[in-house]
């Protein structure tokens, strides 16, 4: 059975020094975890290496990104620049790699008035979608600034991950402190404040009518929905007090795809296949920061009800959203 991975990370080092290099309040703590164990050296793999450990985990095709906190948290002018480089060496990636890589493109979030115009430009040098963030600086991805990035992602058919991201300092400041600098780091991103970013940016999105303005629009959470597919009673509650249209539950089931971002639990997909369809789910394993063996992934793959929902989860999906092409490779 095909398996494509769709939340695969690289890092540009150029992006990398540019990150590094920002005054300190403005500089983003998670970049600690590309340095971690062989992760640099992972990230910056597009080739063989990369290649040996998606032959080693069963994985066919890897939906390359780039790692958080991509462009966004840079000066307008270098996010361009920056971006427009990281969208130039993923296509030569997938170029030289056509059967084993797609790619995902990085948009400079805070220069807004160019957002629409590099994803179109990335869009034909074949990228099959984008991965942004829920805020740049004290711009919220709801932002009218940014409607006309969805409507172009919308007419062109790039579905839009919605990455977590470090949560701002001030909130920083109001949530998570008080403990270890390592305690606060990991409180404040992979242990709860990357994702509850997430997801607030995917609910102001819901609640900017933004799905009612454009319908086609698609976009991936990543980790099982950030949190939201668990509080779907209570958001819907949300969505009749703001007077939308259609409940949360409804937009999740039209307008969003879920993906595993490596956590293979089958109570997440029990819950998962209970409030949105086994065609909105889609396997990825968030490399390198999660590498689920080729036997944890067939493990898991076991829990699917039918050889149809696992080859839809496992393939079919993210080959119809993304539009990867199987057979001619
Ligand atoms: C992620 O992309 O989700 C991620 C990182 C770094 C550490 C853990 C993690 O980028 O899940
Ligand atoms: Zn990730």
Avoid at 22 to 38: I, Y
Avoid at 54 to 79: F, R
Avoid at 128 to 142: A, E, H, I, K, P
Wanted: aromatic share 8%; net charge negative.
């Amino acid at each position: 059975m095909t398996l494509i991975a769709i939340e695969e990370h690289w890092i540009l080092p150029e992006l990398t020094a540019a990150l590094t290099a920002m005054p300190e309040p403005l500089r983003d703590e998670s970049l600690a975890f590309n340095e971690m164990g062989d992760h640099r050296q992972r990230l910056e793999d597009l080739g063989a290496g990369r290649i040996a450990a998606m032959d080693a985990q069963g994985i066919d095709v890897s939906v390359l990104a780039l790692t958080p906190p991509g462009t966004q948290p840079l000066p307008a002018a270098e996010a361009v620049r920056l971006s427009r480089a990281a969208n130039d060496l993923a296509a030569e990636a997938v170029r030289r790699h056509p059967t084993r890589f797609r790619s995902l493109s990085t948009l400079p979030m805070s220069s807004p008035q160019d957002v629409a115009g590099e994803l179109e430009r990335a869009a034909g040098l074949g990228h099959v979608g984008t991965m942004v963030y829920g805020r740049s600086g004290d711009t919220f991805l709801d932002d009218p600034v940014y409607d006309d990035f969805f409507a172009a992602a919308a007419a062109l058919g790039q579905p839009v991950f919605i990455h977590p991201q470090i949560p701002s300092p001030a909130l920083r400041d109001a949530s998570y402190r008080g403990f270890a600098p390592t305690t606060e780091l990991a409180l404040a991103t992979f242990g709860w404040g990357w994702h509850l970013d997430a997801a607030t940016a995917a609910l102001r999105l819901i609640l900017r009518g933004t799905f009612d303005r454009h319908p086609d629009l698609q976009i991936v959470l990543g980790h099982w929905g950030e949190m939201l597919l668990f509080w779907l009673d209570r958001a819907d509650g949300l969505a009749r007090v703001a007077g939308l249209p259609r409940s949360v539950s409804d937009y999740i089931r039209s307008n969003f795809f879920i993906t595993t971002s490596g956590m293979l639990n089958p109570a997440l997909l029990h819950h998962a296949l209970s409030v949105t369809t086994v065609d909105r789910l889609i396997f990825s394993t968030d490399y390198p920061f999660q590498h689920p063996s080729k036997e944890d992934i067939h493990a898991f793959l076991g829990h699917f009800a039918s050889d149809e929902e696992r080859q839809r989860f496992s393939s079919a999906n993210a080959a119809a959203l993304y539009g990867i092409d199987l057979s001619g490779d």
